[in-house]
């Protein structure tokens, strides 16, 4: 399985790019010199203006002295990338002053910058000693020294930058005059021309490192040093920009830039040659011999040197012609290209591949990959025109999904059909689940997993995400932070939420998307701490269902902006403000961003569900058998998943036993304690306001609907009351169970081992224990693939513990509870209250108003600051009254630990998968669970029944001792025990 400790992606080879860059430059000056250089300004604000006005990046510092002598003695100081010295040294000429630098610091690069004019022999003095590396005239143009620094660069980064794809333009031209007036010219083009073209990028680090893929420049001054650049990155040639006269073999060749451009042209015909000439009788012979030619006494010649370059560097539009010249069509980005491409004749289409102009095009626009895919065939390895247009078509396909597996993609800037993207809308963070699904994203892009498994896409939702900063902006907008924080009526605080208005550019963005999409949708909350690693805040922030298929877009948008609106009111409930409070923030740190993703269901009728949704931790706090903690727990239901994350009646197997049945007494007990209902979203009502709360869309189904659906097949089991005895068909008359044996016994699809591979990703990844949500959709008629979709994924907070504390040596006189299941590690003091609901008076029908009661109780100690220990029967947070007490966190946002107990009539599996129990691990809770009660597991209920009330409510007692009660929790055994106050309470 592959590791995820080296973070990479498709980008990383841009990251490796540019290694070498000019930070420190030290030029060698008179203080005339400078002054002269300077004029009205700092020379490096001029530089920095230059790099501003290039969106340029690592903007050099320049220190200025004025004799070598100074010089020597400061690059013992300080390391400089590059030394500019003027023609005028007080105490050492140009020449000896390089000699010296070449021989104390080998390869550090010296260029010589002069205003005056210098002799041809101290030129060529100068370039057979080798002392300075080139010449340059200052002529007050400030680009000039962005040229110099890059030019440098670029010595120092082509070879290893060309092995990544990077394209080289060769500049021929022996005049330093001429080529520091020119180079600048070609600078400022090519990276104004790439800076524009990458602002199509996909995000701002896309861009941004695409950058870096700019063509590289190379400067040669005589005919055997251009043709060893060619020779050496021939495959990397972009153009030639060539003088006409320069030396060849020793001697001036007036014509040697025709003798150049004829040998490269043999070897690369179709390749941009351009010759520059200051004599128009060279003009005829090199335009018979079908290259380009400049005047370089033409008054326009800026100009037209960067049309030139504009046009045949493939920077401007990629213009289509026919055989005769004639324009047929113009593509500006990568998408019109690829529409037009679809519909070209066959003639414009050949014409183009033979010339590779369409290598040329992504070439510039450094998409390096797709080039040389489209360069390394030929138009004869092709039988027909239209087998070489499904050839292009298919490299730009493979592109758009490339470029958008395992990134964050700006909206705007990508198609929004496409598999496995991320989609981000404004500024600011991801949040939480968008941070776990872009993360996933991600490692799915690194890793063989999807293709591991035969007819099965491993895959994640399309997915959108609203960034933090839009609810920061929201709040500010509206003037809502205040109301919110203050105020405790969720009701009116999600109306006044409704009644505010998004900033405009996102709710323009999210109609260009609600066009466009016409799938059911989730809106879930992300906030800053969501799924974090300290602090989870798992299920405390309301999601919402769309059935997103009105035929008015205007509607479906009102209600995407009314959902969007409640997860941003759900920030400031009553549940997340005492979340907060017990973990020492504040509210008003909480920032949300807001994810929108592809619901996972197929269509059936009039409502839209998943075969199977999950929740699988990588750590079993609860073992049995010859399971092991370290192998993981997983839990399964038919439809959605909230039945598991509100912690209702689901299915849990062990991915290392996935064929293991789970505990239960017998075939007739399975029957009563499992799923007999599903939850789906219901699509009838396509104009439902989603004001009315976050479960508004859902329904919840028997298992008979399933089995009409064709679903429950792939899941269920039959149960026959004649021999006590569950058969795995749904072939044979009886009750139906949901037991997911076809997928986990009869292998229908590899569930366990892609959960166990995700185990290893996520392990590996977090560095820690992990918990995964997915779903999967198996087609009715089997006639797609099966769909395996990661939905989030979180740390797992506890884990195996390190501290060692003990928890033997005390007897059950001494004890109120004890426990060998247990989570959490650690002793817990200075607790001098018990909630506990009355075992006399315990009513299971009456589970709602016992929530309500400890709601009032804990709202009591909330005001007083206390914590509690809270006993309870069944399963505490449930949705289902009849499995447990369905409290809210906020009902229970005092208590430090939390016991469970079971009952001869209420006998539940701890829901290790719902939200409330990750919420409760996450706040560093003990908690216990008290199954069948014996010496080595029990409650003392007598005690607590003879502690003397503080408070009574008709169900549920608060009593307060005088002396502490201490709770001691071992994490590596899972077991604790809760000892008595130190000073009984009376007995009477």
């Known amino acids: 399985m592959e590791n995820f400790n080296s973070y990479r992606n498709q980008f990383s080879g841009f990251h490796d790019m540019m290694k070498f860059r000019v930070r420190e430059i030290l030029l060698v000056s008179s203080s005339y010199d400078a002054f002269v250089l300077e004029e009205d300004g700092r020379l490096s604000e001029k530089i920095f203006n230059e790099y501003l006005d290039m969106n340029l990046q690592f903007v050099p510092r320049i220190r200025r002295v004025s004799s070598a002598e100074e010089a020597f003695s400061s690059m013992r100081e300080r390391t400089y990338d590059l030394i500019i010295t003027m023609a005028r040294i007080s105490d050492m000429n140009p020449q000896e002053f390089g000699r010296r630098i070449k021989e104390t610091y080998p390869g550090k690069p010296v260029v010589l910058l002069t205003y005056d004019t210098l002799n041809i022999d101290l030129i060529n003095q100068i370039r057979e000693t080798r002392t300075i590396d080139k010449i340059f005239y200052w002529s007050g143009d400030n680009k000039l020294l962005l040229a110099i620094i890059k030019y440098v660069e670029d010595l120092g980064n082509v070879e290893d930058d060309c092995k990544e794809g990077v394209q080289v333009i060769l500049v021929v031209e022996d005049s330093p005059w001429a080529y520091s007036q020119f180079l600048p010219i070609i600078y400022t083009e090519i990276m104004k021309q790439t800076s524009y073209l990458i602002s199509k990028g996909i995000n701002n680090l896309h861009r941004l490192l695409r950058m870096r893929a700019r063509p590289k420049i190379l400067l040669a001054e005589t005919y055997e040093e251009a043709v060893d650049i060619f020779n050496s990155y021939r495959h990397n040639l972009l153009g030639v920009i060539s003088d006409m006269r320069f030396q060849k073999d020793g001697v001036l060749n007036l014509r040697a830039g025709l003798h150049l451009a004829n040998m490269i042209k043999e070897e690369i015909p179709y390749l941009p040659f351009l010759i520059q000439s200051s004599e128009r009788n060279n003009e005829r012979s090199v335009h018979e011999s079908g290259i380009s030619f400049l005047n370089k006494n033409s008054p326009n010649m800026h100009l037209e040197l960067c049309t030139y370059i504009k046009e045949n560097y493939g920077f401007g539009d990629f213009i289509f012609r026919d055989y005769d010249g004639r324009i047929l069509a113009r593509a500006s980005i990568i998408d019109e290209f690829e529409e037009i491409i679809r519909s070209l004749p066959k003639e414009s289409l050949i014409y183009h591949a033979k010339r590779y102009d369409f290598s040329r095009w992504f070439k510039a626009r450094t998409e390096f990959e797709c080039a040389e895919q489209i360069r390394q065939v030929d138009v004869s390895d092709f039988q027909s025109p239209q087998e070489l247009r499904q050839y292009i078509l298919n490299i730009i396909r493979m592109y758009f999904k490339r470029i958008q597996e395992g990134v964050i993609t700006d909206f705007g800037q990508s198609k929004v059909n496409m598999d496995n993207s991320l989609l981000k809308l404004g500024s600011g963070s991801l949040g939480g689940k968008g941070r776990g699904i872009a993360f996933f994203n991600f490692m799915l892009s690194q890793t063989n997993l999807f293709k591991k498994y035969e007819h099965i896409r491993i895959k994640t939702p399309q997915s959108f995400v609203i960034c933090s900063e839009v609810f920061e902006e929201f709040l500010e907008l509206n003037a809502l932070q205040e109301m919110a924080v203050n105020t405790e009526n969720e009701e009116t605080i999600a109306n006044k939420f409704l009644s505010s208005n998004l900033p405009s550019k996102i709710t323009d963005e999210l109609h260009i998307l609600i066009e466009k999409i016409d799938y059911p949708l989730a809106v879930r909350s992300s906030s800053i701490l969501e799924d974090s690693q300290m602090l989870p805040f798992a299920g405390i922030y309301s999601t919402f269902l769309l059935p997103n298929n009105h035929p008015d877009p205007e509607i479906r948008l009102q209600q995407l902006l009314d959902a969007i609106k409640l997860v941003y009111a759900s920030v400031f409930y009553q549940s997340p403000k005492r979340y907060v409070k017990n973990s020492e923030l504040r509210i008003e740190e909480e920032k949300m961003a807001v994810l929108i993703q592809q619901l996972v269901g197929e269509l059936h009728e009039d409502i839209f569900y998943p075969v199977l949704s999950g929740v699988a931790q990588s750590y079993n706090f609860y073992p049995i058998s010859y399971m092991k903690p370290e192998q993981g727990i997983g839990s399964l239901a038919l439809g959605f998943g909230r039945a598991i994350v509100d912690g209702e009646q689901v299915y849990r197997f062990s991915p290392a036993y996935p064929k293991m049945n789970t505990e239960f007494a017998s075939p007739s007990d399975f029957l009563k304690k499992s799923q007999n209902q599903f939850y789906a979203l219901n699509l009838a009502n396509q104009s439902i306001g989603i004001s009315s709360g976050p479960g508004c869309t859902y329904g919840k189904y028997a298992l008979d609907r399933a089995e009409k659906d064709g679903t429950l097949s792939f899941v269920g089991s039959t ?149 509690y220990l809270l006993f309870g029967f069944g399963r505490l947070g449930s949705s289902d009254p009849w499995l447990g007490i369905p409290l809210t966190w906020s009902q229970m946002s005092q208590a430090k630990v939390v016991i469970e107990a079971d009952r001869d009539n209420l006998q539940v599996e701890p829901s290790l998968g719902s939200h409330f129990h990750h919420n409760l691990v996450s706040l560093r809770m003990g908690y216990f669970h008290i199954k069948k009660e014996s010496d080595s597991e029990f409650v003392d209920w007598a005690w607590l029944k003879k502690a003397p009330v503080f408070r009574q409510t008709e169900y549920v007692k608060l009593v307060r001792f005088e002396d502490p009660i201490k709770v001691i929790i071992d994490g590596h055994s899972c077991s604790g025990v809760i000892l008595k106050s130190q000073l009984t309470p009376d007995t009477d």
């Open 719 to 867: 149960y026959s009351k004649d021999n006590d005895n569950i058969s795995d068909t749904l072939a044979i008359s009886g009750p139906r169970l949901v037991t997911f044996a076809p997928v986990l016994k009869y292998g229908l699809f590899p569930l366990a081992n892609i959960i166990k591979d995700l185990f290893v990703l996520g392990k590996d990844a977090f560095s820690s224990e992990i918990e995964i949500e997915f779903a999967v959709n198996i087609p009715v008629g089997r006639e797609k693939e099966i769909e395996f979709y990661f939905l989030q994924v979180r740390p797992l907070v506890s884990g195996r513990e390190l501290k060692d504390v003990k928890v033997d040596g005390y007897s059950n006189s001494e004890t109120v509870c004890k426990s060998s299941h247990t989570i959490g590690n650690g002793i817990f003091e200075r607790i001098y209250d018990v909630i506990f609901v009355d075992p006399d008076h315990f009513d299971m029908s009456k589970s709602r108003k016992i929530a309500q009661e400890i709601g009032e109780l804990n709202q009591l100690l909330f005001n007083e600051e206390r914590n």
